[in-house]
């Protein structure tokens, strides 16, 4: 199922397409998170509870908006480590702890054009036709690995209203800091074809840089195939 984006003119600064998404998610103590968070951002919680995200994909078509460059030119697999929070005018968003992707002149330009950590890691994704595979070794303060094979096992059914799909993924906003200052960046994209999901986890430490042990529960578990994005300029958060 394809997901497209038709984008509002003015701020647009980047097109890009998402593949292959594995949305896993844990649940973990507030306290754990919210030191981590800059005001004026609020954490945001579902029934009293944060949640960490640790999602691998691809990315391909990678542009600035409106520039024709063939989709391989900017092709790449990523893992992201992620949680959520909000604004104080009630935006929603996302908060990246960590972004690592095998394209270092995406890594660079990300870092300086919106702020977020973006680093450049070694990531291997592959296809066997019924398991997706992704391997990820990378550097922060400590090394930080993930070994996963993921696959959909249902069909496409859009996030509830109110449900905890809705508040995972349900964010067209992303929230960090340029030269001390908190900035938004509105990410534009149709709603999440989700899908239910399997994983057979080798290895995750990809919170290990953040002093955060994932709880041994088994995680949330989100699919989705493609989907179509267009990232605003960042702006500067009000207080």
């Known amino acids: 199922m394809t997901a497209g984006v038709v984008a509002r003119p003015g701020r647009v600064l980047l097109s890009m397409r998402w593949l292959d998404l594995l949305f896993a998610h844990w649940p973990i103590d507030v306290g754990e998170l919210r030191a981590r968070i800059p005001p004026p951002l609020q954490l945001d919680t579902f029934g009293g509870t944060a949640w960490l995200g640790v999602v691998p994909f691809r990315m391909t078509h990678v542009r600035p908006f409106g520039l024709p460059l063939p989709g391989e030119a900017f092709a790449f697999a990523e893992v992201n480590v992620r ?10 968003g996302i908060w990246f702890l960590s972004l690592d992707g095998a394209h270092r002149p995406s890594a660079t330009a990300a870092r300086l054009g919106f702020g977020v950590p973006y680093h450049h890691a070694r990531v291997m994704a592959s296809d066997d036709g019924e398991w997706l595979t992704e391997r990820c070794r990378c550097m922060h303060s400590r090394p930080a690995e993930l070994a996963i094979r993921y696959r959909p096992v249902g069909p496409v ?41 399997e994983a057979e986890i080798e290895r995750n430490t990809m919170t290990a840089p953040f002093g955060i042990t994932l709880p041994s529960t088994a995680p949330h578990l989100r699919f989705a195939r493609r989907l179509d994005t267009v990232a605003h300029r960042p702006r500067t958060v009000a207080r």
């Open 83 to 92: 949680t959520y929070v909000s604004a104080p005018d009630g935006t929603r």
């Open 157 to 197: 059914a859009p996030a509830a209203a109110g449900s905890l799909e809705a508040f995972l993924t349900d964010r067209l906003s992303l929230f960090a800091v340029q030269r001390g200052r908190v900035t938004e960046t509105r990410v534009e994209h149709a709603p999440w074809p989700l899908q239910d999901a």
